[in-house]
């Protein structure tokens, strides 16, 4: 069987549950679902809102390259992306990755690979909204493409 990632960018929020739950419908061949569910933070009270732009249709893209690559690294039995764009407060949900396979070690290891890929591939934009006013585009960060080379030559368990 052929397992085809679900991708979205959307401007809306996305509930959890409801796309665990959509993942794993009527489905006995999944034992371990996991996902990352990344939240804009206050940045200590500093932070009003974080804007992403994308650039459409290339993002859509480009995460569907991701998750291919994860497939087809890992035995997975299911996979759902989803990023949001536009203006986010915090508290709010930004990025979902949910990787489902018979056994943890793949989905553990395709959700930490799809992270660390959209962090560095996909084409997002974020700006920084201070309480205090002003915005600054937030730079593209080393520690990010460090965590991405970790994947180069390696091959799934």
């Not at 809102?49 to 480009?62: Q, R, T, V």
């Not at 990755?97 to 989905?107: G, P």
Request: contains cysteine; charged residues 25%.
């Amino acid at each position: 069987m052929s397992i085809v990632a679900t991708v979205r960018v959307q401007t809306a929020d996305f509930d959890v549950a409801a796309e665990i739950a959509t993942l794993t419908a009527g489905r006995t061949d999944i034992g371990a679902v996991v996902a990352f569910a990344g939240l804009c933070r206050d940045e200590g009270g500093a932070l009003s809102a974080l804007e992403l732009e994308h650039y459409p249709g290339m993002a859509e893209d480009e995460i569907t390259r991701i998750a291919a690559d994860a497939l087809g690294r890992w035995p997975l039995t299911g996979l759902t992306a989803i990023h949001r764009h536009g203006l986010i407060h915090p508290g709010e949900n930004i990025v979902l990755v949910v990787a489902a396979s018979a056994h943890r070690c793949a989905a553990f290891e395709a959700a930490d690979f799809m992270m660390d890929f959209l962090k560095t591939r996909a084409p997002f934009w974020k700006k920084e909204h201070p309480r205090a006013g002003g915005g600054d585009w937030v730079a593209a960060k080393a520690e990010d493409d460090e965590a991405g080379e970790r994947w180069s030559g390696l091959s799934a368990r």
